[in-house]
């Protein structure tokens, strides 16, 4: 166990929809990063918050939104939602700033399975 | 930019016998470069990294790493595969970019453990 708490497991919901995915990140850690995991594109990383700003962005879309509350959980928003964004999506958590990851670890979560029908 | 490819979409070995996973990367500068496993219903977890210093590196459950600049390489290594290593396995390389460290990850490799 990782001690990286993502909810739900698994989210079944329609096109046009919006949805929020949840992580508590392991106790300490103040960085949150999100990837989504999908077939055709492997692991994309969408974006990072460290103690409740964000840090850093990948390929995060507009329609897809992030924030990491003052008790460092995270939610990833996810809006207008289309066939394409199904997909497994990870929370990681990491002690440090992600300056420099020859010092850092990232411990993920199980992922929450989301599919758009 | 900052890249890793992992050429193979899977590898299939048996047991006992070593296990090889290829991991090019493509970096400016000295790269950081590391392994993590994911097995089936899991996160990923963390197997091993290259910062400095000697070419090869030891991590969990017995892998190792060699990292070859000439060649651009981190090949995940192990001499003696079980069925239990049988899991989908990332290269991923910190990339530096807009002000920021990102972890980029490659496609993923399958591995599949036969008895």
């Known amino acids: 166990d990782s001690g990286v708490t993502q909810t739900p497991k698994h989210l079944i919901t329609a096109t046009g929809q919006r949805v929020t995915l949840r992580c508590s990140p392991r106790?300490?850690?103040?960085?949150v990063y999100w990837y989504q995991q999908s077939l055709d594109q492997g692991l994309q990383f969408l974006i990072q918050?460290?103690?409740?700003?964000?840090?850093a962005k990948g390929n995060i879309l507009e329609r897809f939104s992030a924030q990491q509350f003052p008790d460092l959980h995270s939610e990833l928003n996810l809006s207008s939602l289309e066939l394409g964004d199904s997909a497994l999506y990870f929370c990681?958590?990491?002690?440090?700033?992600?300056?420099?990851?020859?010092?850092?670890?990232?411990?993920f979560g199980s992922g929450t399975q989301l599919s758009v029908l | 930019a900052q890249s890793v490819a992992q050429p193979e979409d899977q590898v299939n070995v048996a047991e006992g016998n070593p296990l090889t996973v290829k991991c090019t990367y493509s970096?400016?500068?000295?790269?950081?470069l590391f392994w993590y496993v994911q097995y089936p219903n899991r996160g990923l977890q963390f197997l091993l990294k290259?910062?400095?210093?000697?070419?090869l590196v030891k991590g969990s459950y017995g892998f190792e790493a060699e990292f070859n600049k000439s060649q651009t390489s981190f090949h995940l290594k192990k001499p003696s595969a079980l069925v239990s290593d049988s899991a989908l396995y990332f290269c991923?390389?910190?990339?530096?970019?807009?002000?920021?460290?990102?972890?980029?990850f490659g496609a993923g490799t399958r591995l599949a453990v036969h008895p």
């Open positions: 290259y910062i400095t210093g000697d070419n």
């Open positions: 918050y460290y103690n409740g700003e964000e840090r």
């Open positions: 991923a390389v910190s990339s530096f970019s807009g002000g920021y460290n990102k972890l980029i």
């Open positions: 106790s300490g850690d103040l960085s």
């Open positions: 970096v400016s500068g000295n790269p950081y």
């Open positions: 990681a958590s990491s002690a440090g700033t992600g300056a420099d990851f020859s010092n850092e670890k990232l411990f």
